[in-house]
Nanobody, 119 residues
Framework: QVQLVESGGGLVQAGGSLRLSCAASGRTLTRYVMGWFRQAPGKEREFVARITWSAGSRNYADSVKGRFTISRDIAKSTVYLQMNSLKPEDTAVYYC????????????WGQGTQVTVSS
């Protein structure tokens, strides 16, 4: 019932910036927590950032605090991840997530967008 499409990934040098977008469609997102996860080659998918759709409360992984900012545009049903001061260890496929488990709904995932940070 929720479709997520990520965009904005690419190749940047260390210290650069990227802005990822996740466009959502389908049911209302008011009962969902929207977030970003990433998965590097050979590693498990890890949490990056999340934001509640209704209140805009944010939470970040320690590894990205102070560098990444998650936000949402309610009118556009879009969540963003502004990534600054990128490091090579940020290289991963970034996935958008809609988490409805707190309200008895399932998780939805986008297909991912590749972020590569070169040194």
């Amino acid at each position: 019932q929720v479709q997520l499409v990520e965009s904005g990934g690419g190749l940047v040098q260390a210290g650069g910036s990227l802005r990822l977008s996740c466009a959502a469609s389908g049911r209302t997102l008011t009962r969902y927590v929207m977030g970003w996860f990433r998965q590097a080659p050979g590693k498990e998918r890890e949490f990056v950032a999340r934001i509640t759709w209704s209140a805009g409360s944010r939470n970040y992984a320690d590894s990205v605090k102070g560098r990444f900012t998650i936000s949402r545009d309610i009118a556009k049903s879009t969540v963003y991840l502004q990534m600054n001061s990128l490091k090579p260890e940020d290289t991963a496929v970034y996935y958008c997530n809609a988490d409805g488990s707190g309200f008895g709904f399932r998780n939805y995932w986008g297909q991912g967008t590749q972020v590569t940070v070169s040194s």
